[in-house]
């Protein structure tokens, strides 16, 4: 299973590539064994790095050459507490109208 949140509070029309208000997402992929890795994405045209969800390139980051990053993709057997923590919410708080998920095969 592979489930894909999309936070859009930072979202604002005409600005999400190169503006500033951009949308984020977090997809969820269920493993073996109840284990989940994670990976992070953005709408702007800024590099992002899909492992940690942060603004910057690989090849800035310490333990990397020629913009291969090295880190890992995240993968743990508490999937609704690393999202919550993900998102900034605390763990069981309601979720904003502008957070929306679902699930794909």
């Not at 690989?58 to 995240?74: A, I, K, M, V």
Request: aromatic residues 14%.
């Amino acid at each position: 299973m592979k489930v894909i949140i999309e936070d859009r509070r930072s979202y604002v029309s005409g600005k999400e590539v190169n503006g500033g208000g951009y949308i984020f997402t977090i997809t969820a992929t269920e493993l073996e064994g109840d284990l989940w890795v994670f990976e992070f994405g953005t709408s702007s045209e800024f590099p992002y790095c899909p492992k940690v969800g942060q603004f910057r390139e690989c090849h800035n980051r310490p333990n990397s050459e020629r913009g291969q990053c090295y880190g890992s993709f995240t993968i743990t057997d508490k999937p609704i507490e690393f999202t919550y923590k993900a998102l900034g919410l605390p763990v069981g708080s309601e979720i904003p109208d502008t957070i929306r998920a679902w699930e794909v095969e």
